[in-house]
């Protein structure tokens, strides 16, 4: 279940942002380095603990960034993270 609302999240994320007139090209890259690293944890058996704490950083800065400039993509984010954590990454 919580593979399938990760999954809810991201595309929601992307529908929004497709809506935008324009998005920052740094952080558009920064989501989909994030986008490849959730999947790269959800595929492994055991993710490592480097590589949850490099996409929770990167979580993070993106959270930043589009509370700055999108305010209402933050709350993807925010649940994006939630999920993750029920996931224990």
Do not use: N, W, Y
Request: proline content about 4%; cysteine-free.
């Amino acid at each position: 279940m919580p593979r399938e609302q990760i999954e809810s999240k991201l595309a929601e994320l992307h529908s929004e942002l497709a809506r935008l007139d324009k998005v920052d090209p740094e952080l558009s890259d920064l989501l989909k380095r994030v986008d490849e690293d959730i999947h790269v944890l959800l595929d492994a058996e055991q993710p490592r603990a480097e590589e949850t704490s490099r996409l929770m950083q990167r979580l993070e800065e993106l959270e930043a960034g589009f509370a700055a400039r999108h305010p209402q993509l933050e709350k993807f984010f925010q649940e994006l993270i939630a999920v993750l954590g029920r996931l224990g990454i």
